[in-house]
């Protein structure tokens, strides 16, 4: 069974782009969360999805967003980027969701320039 | 809210030392709580896991006992390797939650000395 598959691994971008990042859930789950992960902060939630819906929301500002088709694959968007987004951005997935393990991809690392 | 508080680190041993990663958290009602290791270069891999009082998790020689009194979570190792060389994460789930957003403690860095 595939595991959660996260692209591209990683990213060079320049302060005011955007940038979009992708998620594959394993097969047949249908809850795909993303984490950003940097020194200082350490791990924080962005967002969850489950069946292409948003079901929770971390302290993001708006130009975080994302969100899950229908195959529940999930896209995550960055808007005007900026240095402090620098980071490894996981995805995670679980079947259900609720309170079950999730399965964490091996991130994307975004570096702002 | 929910927060989970993890022991400082880095914590460096000698190869087959008794290893504890202390965990305490901060949570209404009975939450889940997890292990997660982190491997350089690499995402989050579940380690154990526990859903309520006393239960116990295990796998490849780690253990964590839910502590309800202590609102603890401590992780074990009997021997450690240096392949075990990674950087722990605590973490918990809500029982109030509808959804499987996580609560990450700080990470523990942990180095194996041959």
């Known amino acids: 069974k595939a595991g959660v598959t996260q692209t591209p691994r990683y990213l060079i971008k320049t302060r005011g782009q955007q940038v979009t990042l992708s998620c594959s859930p394993i097969s047949g789950h249908r809850s795909v969360s993303w984490y950003q992960q940097t020194p200082g902060q350490g791990l924080q939630f962005l967002f969850e999805?489950?069946?292409?819906?948003?079901?929770n929301k971390g302290n993001f500002p708006g130009r975080f967003s994302g969100r899950q088709f229908s195959n529940s694959r999930s896209e995550m968007n960055v808007s005007t980027l900026e240095l402090g987004d620098s980071a490894l951005y996981l995805c995670?997935?679980?079947?259900?969701?609720?309170?079950?393990?999730?399965?964490f991809g091996q991130g994307t690392r975004l570096t702002v320039v | 809210g929910n927060s989970v508080t993890q022991m400082e680190g880095p914590v460096t041993l000698s190869e087959e030392a008794f290893l504890t990663i202390n965990c305490t958290y901060t949570a209404t009602g009975y939450p889940s709580l997890f292990w997660y290791v982190q491997y350089p270069g690499e995402g989050l891999q579940l380690l154990l896991k526990a859903t309520k009082a006393d239960d116990k998790g295990s796998n490849k020689g780690f253990e964590a006992t839910y502590r309800k009194e202590t609102t603890s979570f401590h992780l074990e190792k009997g021997s450690v390797q240096v392949s075990d060389s990674a950087v722990y994460f605590c973490?918990?789930?809500?029982?109030?939650?509808?959804?499987?957003?996580?609560?990450f403690g700080e990470g523990t860095q942990l180095t194996v000395n041959p």
């Open positions: 973490a918990l789930i809500p029982r109030e939650t509808s959804g499987s957003r996580l609560t």
């Open positions: 999805y489950f069946s292409e819906t948003q079901r």
């Open positions: 995670a997935s679980s079947a259900t969701g609720g309170r079950t393990e999730a399965f």
